[in-house]
């Protein structure tokens, strides 16, 4: 699904990825790990076209990503494929918790009522979906925007830092999750995290430090 070979980036002449390698395969479950500065965001920006990696080469599902970003239906074509929870995702605050999760499907002009029915069953949010958002707890509104990265059915779920600003329950709850998606929906997902008690639940874990990656499992 993904193959980064000899990736670099560099920032303001300061180089912050060095000689990236790794492969990751339909159905992995893997995080991202190292201290705060070590370039986790970085490298999940790059692999959502977020920012342009320096050099080294990146495909995704056999596609070349410098061809890719060339052509607007295949740009297209790839953030569909790609669920996202990031520190800039937002909840919209002028919508209940239904119309902010069906807004991909909404955009993308897509049919995904089944969809949605499973999904607020699986992260057991069917009892606030015609809720405010400000109605919300932060362990809700995390498992909602992840509804809302999942809507698509994505190829593959990135997620920066989910459960950053939870407390160690609703921050466990979220790693079962994601680990009960990946199992039963076979969704690839990608995390970059602080807590180990997340990345330890994935199937393998790169660590990334001073620029540098590394494969712990």
Partial sequence: MIEIKNLNKEINNKEILTNI????YKGDFVSV?????????TLLNILLLIIDKTSGSYNFNGKNIDEIKFDNNEVIKFRQNIGIMSSLSQLLPNINVKQNIMLPATIFE??????????????????IQNNSISSLSSGEKQRV?????????????????PTANLDNNNALKIGDIMSDLNEENKTTIIIATHDDKISNKTKSILKIENGNLSKEI
């Fill in 33 to 41: 790990i190292g201290p705060s500065g070590s370039g986790k965001t």
């Fill in 145 to 161: 925007l992840l509804a809302r990265a999942l809507i698509l059915s994505p190829l593959l779920l990135i997620a920066d830092e």
């Fill in 110 to 127: 897509e049919e995904r009522s089944k969809d949605y029915e499973k999904l607020i069953s699986q992260l057991n949010i069917k009892k």
């Fill in 21 to 24: 390698c790794f492969e990751i």
